[in-house]
């Protein structure tokens, strides 16, 4: 009977030591923001050195913040140091488009993809500061042979109950019905 009542004292205890989900602590959510960073610097490919790259915007390509930095080496003549804020970001699974603006009036486009190598790309094709559309394929695209580019593309998060429902859940990246739902009352 003591060690009984011992144990039920110790299960309480436990119990209401450990924190409860209705105490306004947030359940997890998947990443809320698209972005690409090189992880490993400096990346190397062909081309390019990737001396740094971060980009960040909401998962529709909305706030875009960031900066890139990499040297690109032609076979002729001195190589060309590009560095600039990034002006969008369009993230579509493993791959990313990027815009960065060295100087006003002038548009780099980045593309990568973050693969096995990964790959890096860049073209200056005229296009809008906003433009992030896939850019055409340039000559300099190549494989990284060393460094590394992580993409992540944040999926819109559920802002309605009828969202998480039928199997919703899954593509906002919930573990089950239940953690999308509970997100949702938790921003309500």
Known sequence: MKLKLILTTAIVGVALALPNASMGAPPPAPPTQDSVFSTESPALTPHFTVLALNATSGPSGENPDGEAHFILRLDQGPPLEI???VTCLEVRGNAATINIQPFPGNIITVQ?????PDLFDTSAIGRAPTDCSAALPSIFAGPLLQG??????????????GQCKDGGWKQFGFANQGLCVAFVNHQQ
């Open 83 to 85: 560095q600039g804020p």
């Open 112 to 116: 990568v993809l973050d693969d096995h």
């Open 148 to 161: 590394d580019i992580k993409v992540t593309d944040a999926q819109p998060l559920p802002t309605t109950m």
